[in-house]
């Protein structure tokens, strides 16, 4: 465990895909502090789980609680015989979701800022407009959401979203849900990464691989499918930053050529994100990271300062905007 976490395993049963029970893990930074009135939960995207401390000390140097999710199947949350991240269903992570909102909620009553990353900012999009249509937002104190390169469509060449290229992934993910459709590549995106390719982050490689975990036709289908339902057009029901780079560079495996995708989105297309990001909801704010890689915050040192500038710009409003409803809401 990173010294001065905790973390909390908990239980959430059979997996309907027939991989064993399946359980989930929420990690805080620190000791819980029963008089903070704002927390943040940050929830990882594919081949990823919780290790960035220094973003975790960013948020708490602002006032937040920090606590993170690894998602069922994932990092912390993975066990012998499961398919790592493998789901035919995103809206299965509403239950963990919740059980961590839960479990924070036993630390003290805070307002919940939500963040997401990638696929994680696809998963808590969808979660969010489900939570306010069932008239939940108020009650569990979610007044704010931080998107951090989210995954709205599918990357690549124009045909793979056409709706019979949608049909051929779901006929092939009913009948072989765990065929590879892409198998973890040599590396390029993670060679920028981690020390031990001349990066700057230290984590698990088993948890977080170089080349990625292979992508299956069940788990595309479930992208696709929550892709869809976000394209119609969301609500999440509280303001919401988005941050992307300002461009998007081709991922290059040979180790010469690392140096073209150190400064832009070697992952997803930026363009598809600014297309897509007015269907999230009302209030969002969206900012471009000069240089930025997929995940701003493991940008180069000055992108990543930039994508920190920015975020706090936004939490200057945000915790602005909170103080009165905290007030108010510990008085009544």
């Known amino acids: 465990m990173l010294p001065g976490y905790w973390q909390q395993t908990f239980d959430l049963g059979p997996d309907p895909d ?15 502090d029963p008089s903070a009135t704002h927390a943040v939960l940050l929830v990882h995207g594919f081949t990823d789980y919780f290790f960035n401390t220094e973003q975790a000390d960013h948020f708490a140097a602002r006032g937040f609680t920090v606590y993170a999710l690894d998602q069922h199947k994932c990092g912390r949350s993975w066990r012998e015989g499961q398919t790592p991240h493998f789901t035919t269903d995103l809206a299965r992570y509403d239950t963990e979701l919740e059980r961590a909102l839960d479990l924070m909620a036993e630390d003290g009553r805070s307002n919940v800022l939500i963040y997401g990353h990638s696929t994680g900012g696809l998963i808590v999009a969808l979660w969010l407009d489900r939570v306010r249509r069932r008239g939940e937002i108020r ?14 469509d599918l990357q690549g060449p124009a045909i793979l979203r056409t709706a019979p290229a949608g049909a051929a992934i779901g006929a092939i993910s009913r009948i072989r849900k765990k065929r590879v459709l892409r198998p973890p590549t040599e590396g390029g995106y993670g060679a920028t990464l981690h020390k031990e390719y001349g990066g700057e982050f230290d984590y698990n490689l088993a948890w977080k691989p170089i080349g990625g975990f292979p992508v299956t036709f069940g788990w595309l289908h479930a992208i696709r499918r929550a892709q869809t339902k976000l394209h119609r057009g969301l609500d999440v029901g509280v303001p919401n930053l988005i941050l992307r780079s300002d461009r ?18 070697a992952v997803l297309d930026v363009k598809q994100i600014a297309r897509w990001a007015g269907c999230i909801g009302n209030r969002s704010t969206i900012v471009p990271i000069v240089d930025a890689k997929h995940d701003v915050f493991l940008s180069m040192p000055d992108s990543r300062r930039s994508a920190y500038r920015a975020l706090d710009q936004w939490l200057d409003w945000y915790l602005a905007d909170n103080s009165d409803a905290t007030t108010q809401s510990e008085r009544g």
Do not use: F, Y
């Not at 027939?18 to 819980?32: F, I, N, S």
């Not at 998007?248 to 995708?261: G, H, L, M, Q, T």
């Open 18 to 32: 027939c991989e064993g029970d399946l359980v989930a893990t929420l990690v805080r930074r620190g000791e819980p």
């Open 139 to 152: 009650r569990r104190r979610i007044t704010g959401l931080v998107l951090n390169s989210p995954w709205l």
């Open 248 to 265: 998007s560079v081709r991922e290059v495996i040979d180790p010469a050529k690392i140096d073209e995708i150190q400064r832009g989105d």
